[in-house]
């Protein structure tokens, strides 16, 4: 089993609509949660970063972390076509324990 | 946050050669890393380099093929060595800020690969 799993897509939804991204996890150790958005031909770029449980929201995206669950979600509104990427979770324990362990990603396409 | 660039930004090679990959930071960061992503896949971390010590390779990854420098706080170098196409990938550069209870990762644009 992977230590973090996410569904690969791809997943394609009309403009405006809004998008469920999903990771579950395994080790309980995770302390740290973050969403990148990757651009084809670019490298990721870190959307959100939520520690612990909890919500934290920036403009049209939302990220939560349930880990009494195990379970991680970002949610975007009102999609537009520009949030067309893949999108990776990653995550990591704290402390001296550096290594971010990502999802395979989950690509997403929103038509106009 | 960080802003980070690579250099070369893409390159095409013959087997059997080598590459080095340059990734700067406009600021001073302990822990930086070197990542590949292999189409269609996620990021597989390679080694962890910090300043003033010797990088710490991920299993399946060695110092011999994957040399890599750390001279400073805001520079590190990877080297692909002796390539084969099996090496044709992404090879992205990332640092770690840490501050205000956060720990995260800033990615550079990547090096784009191809081995002949």
């Known amino acids: 089993q992977k230590e973090v799993e996410q569904d690969p897509g791809p997943l394609s939804v009309p403009e405006g609509a809004i998008v469920s991204l999903n990771c579950t996890y395994s080790n309980s150790a995770f302390q740290y949660f973050m969403w990148y958005r990757q651009y084809s031909r670019k490298g990721p770029e870190l959307l959100m970063y939520?520690?612990?449980?909890g919500n934290k929201e920036d403009g049209r995206f939302t990220a939560q972390v349930d880990k009494s669950s195990k379970y991680i979600s970002l949610f975007i509104r009102d999609s537009q076509p520009s949030d067309s990427a893949t999108y990776l979770c990653a995550m990591k324990r704290g402390g001296a324990t550096n290594k971010l362990i990502f999802g395979t990603g989950t690509l997403l396409a929103v038509q106009p | 946050s960080a802003v980070i660039s690579q250099k070369p930004s893409r390159d095409i090679c013959q087997r059997g050669t080598s590459l080095t990959i340059q990734c700067q930071v406009d600021?001073?960061?302990?822990?930086m890393f070197w990542y590949r992503q292999q189409p269609g896949q996620s990021l597989t971390l390679i080694a962890t380099a910090n300043q003033g010590s010797e990088a710490t390779y991920e299993s399946g990854f060695v110092i011999d093929k994957f040399p890599i420098s750390r001279p400073n706080l805001t520079f590190s170098t990877l080297t692909v060595s002796n390539m084969s196409p099996e090496d044709s990938s992404i090879y992205l550069c990332s640092v770690e800020v840490v501050g205000q209870g956060a720990e995260t990762q800033y990615f550079g644009p990547g090096t784009r690969l191809l081995v002949l």
């Open positions: 939520t520690y612990s449980s």
């Open positions: 600021s001073q960061v302990t822990m």
